[in-house]
């Protein structure tokens, strides 16, 4: 079906196109039940939004930064932004007040790019209950559980980790050689992946700091990533998203190039979404990595998209918040964007095979550290992305 429109000129797949921001929309953060979006904006804003609904409705406005939101988090009945002014802000969702700012106390010189909030029930605290006690009485407007972590990454090439009650910094994960623009965690939370302009992604201990590994390969800087089970998924600059095994660090699939940067991308349902600078979103088959779906309609460079219950939302630098149809992706046939281009037909069939080499290369070394025939299988199943992921 690729990027078909209806008879006004607008793709198909468009549901709603929102246009309360009055800058770039640069990030995006979800509820755990997926009930609320917030995205954050070059207007010094972040707005909420309702996703569950029949009509996406906004439910508040959080002003307050000096500078544009560049990332955002959510928890509870809290909303945590990152802006370029170098601060953290805490908010009452339900007052759509500020209620802590972290200034200075993270110790970045550079604007925060990145931002994962950590749940102390998911990684667990170092502290002692004395010290706990003593946290909660220091500050009694942080109302957020004892053990509680937030990571910062930052353009002054460092991530930080620190607690929230007390903005207290826990570590500083020091390695790269340029910006960070983007971070994620595994699911148990333990482990951290950071990724920006020097094109290498770094792979972290949470609890002590210490770097585990480096995996190289993308050819320009990394912008957007996302941990699914055992597979990382990135996106760069250089035209590319690709899909990676964290355990041995290789690079087991590249998605077809783009005409531009991947700017942002998100794992659902099977579903490899893209976001690009060339102003569409894709939707690739996770297992094949064959093209199913474009989707036309934003103005400027999409730099933000996130699935929820079979819609996609993307945000873009016109300030447009856009609403798409995202069912039946499965049934679609592959999407050929440039019949008429046999470079473009040529790349591809490049990528393939280079998918085919990663694949066995990696079979090779798993025979050599005596893997059963079964878990080879079974890790050849899982690079492939076979698995349904929800």
């Known amino acids: 079906m690729g990027c078909r429109q209806s008879k006004d000129g607008k793709s198909i797949y468009e549901k709603e196109s929102l246009a309360e921001h009055e800058g770039a929309i640069n990030c995006m953060g979800l509820s755990e039940d997926g009930s609320l979006l ?30 544009s939101v560049t990332c955002v988090a959510l ?32 110790g970045h010189r550079h604007g925060i790019h990145a931002l994962i909030f950590l749940s102390g029930d998911a990684h667990g605290s170092s502290d002692t209950d004395d010290e706990r006690d003593e946290e909660l009485v220091a500050d009694d407007t942080v109302t957020i559980h004892p053990g509680d972590r937030l990571i910062t990454g930052s353009m002054d090439t460092t991530a930080k980790s620190w607690n929230v009650d007390t903005g207290q910094l826990i570590h500083t994960f020091r390695g790269h050689k340029g910006p960070i623009v983007c971070m994620t965690t595994d699911e148990d939370a333990e482990t951290l992946f950071t990724a920006g302009e020097d094109h290498a992604i770094k792979i972290w201990d949470i ?50 190039k783009s005409q531009h940067s991947v700017s942002c991308l998100k794992v659902a349902n099977g579903v490899v979404f893209t976001g690009s600078g060339d102003t569409h979103a894709r939707a690739y088959d996770a297992k094949s990595g064959a093209l199913k779906r474009t989707y036309t309609g934003h103005g400027s460079a999409i730099s933000c998209l996130q699935w929820i219950n079979h819609k996609l ?17 499965a049934d679609d046939p592959v999407v050929n964007e440039s019949d008429s ?50």
Not at 92 to 101: A, L, N, P, S
Not at 353 to 373: A, C, I, P, W
């Open 38 to 67: 917030v995205t954050g904006s070059d207007d010094w804003t972040a707005r909420m939004w309702s996703t569950q609904t029949d009509d996406t409705e906004c439910l508040g406005v959080l002003e307050g930064h000096e500078n």
């Open 75 to 106: 928890s509870d009945t809290f909303v945590i932004t990152g802006s370029s002014d170098t601060t953290i802000r805490k908010w009452d969702m339900t007052r759509c007040e500020c209620i802590f700012i972290y200034e200075g106390k993270c």
């Open 207 to 256: 609890s002590n700091g210490m770097l585990i590994r480096t995996m190289d390969g993308h050819a320009d800087a990394i912008l957007c990533m996302q941990v699914v089970k055992k597979l990382l998924y990135t996106g760069s600059k250089d035209k590319t998203a690709r899909c990676w095994v964290t355990a041995f660090g290789e690079n087991t699939r590249t998605y077809q």
């Open 313 to 329: 939302y993307t945000g873009s630098n016109d300030g447009v918040l856009k609403v798409w149809d995202a069912r039946d992706i």
């Open 341 to 390: 281009d046999s470079e473009e037909d040529e790349d591809m069939k490049e990528l393939n095979k280079e998918n085919k080499v990663r694949l066995r290369e990696l079979e090779r070394r798993l025979e050599n550290v005596g893997t059963t025939d079964d878990e080879i299988k079974q890790m050849e199943d899982t690079m492939a992305g076979i698995q349904d992921y929800d």
